[in-house]
Nanobody, 124 residues
């Protein structure tokens, strides 16, 4: 089992940047495929990005491609999401998630463990 805790959210103006972190504890972090998802009020959960256990396979959602970058540090047991050129439509609660599957999934239903989320608000 793994415990996940997100941090780094906040209020930022459109065009600005934020870096989210997800600290993992428990079972070996490098065993897990990791993902970022987000959910805005009144909307369904949306896939943001995923990264394989050693970082060799990465995918992004279409709405963030070219602006966001996912990375991980298996020594520090931490997942990151660098968010640049933020837009008001990026406003949401951002969640990190962990999955023991070898192939990363774009579907949140495949992930086994979730953090509590961190709020990102982008003002226009």
């Amino acid at each position: 089992q793994v415990q996940l805790a997100e941090s780094g959210g906040g209020l930022v103006q459109a065009g600005g940047s934020l870096r989210l972190s997800c600290a993992a504890s428990g079972r070996i972090f490098s065993s897990y495929t990791m993902g970022w998802f987000r959910q805005a009020p009144g909307k369904e959960r949306e896939f943001v990005a995923t990264i394989s256990s050693y970082g060799g396979w990465i995918r992004y959602g279409d709405s963030v491609k070219g602006r966001f970058a996912i990375s991980r540090d298996n020594v520090k047991n931490t997942l990151y999401l660098q968010m640049n050129s933020l837009k008001p439509e990026d406003t949401a609660v951002y969640y990190c998630a962990a999955d023991l599957a070898a192939v990363p999934s774009l579907s949140g239903s495949e992930y086994d463990y979730w953090g509590q989320g961190t709020q990102v608000t982008v003002s226009s």
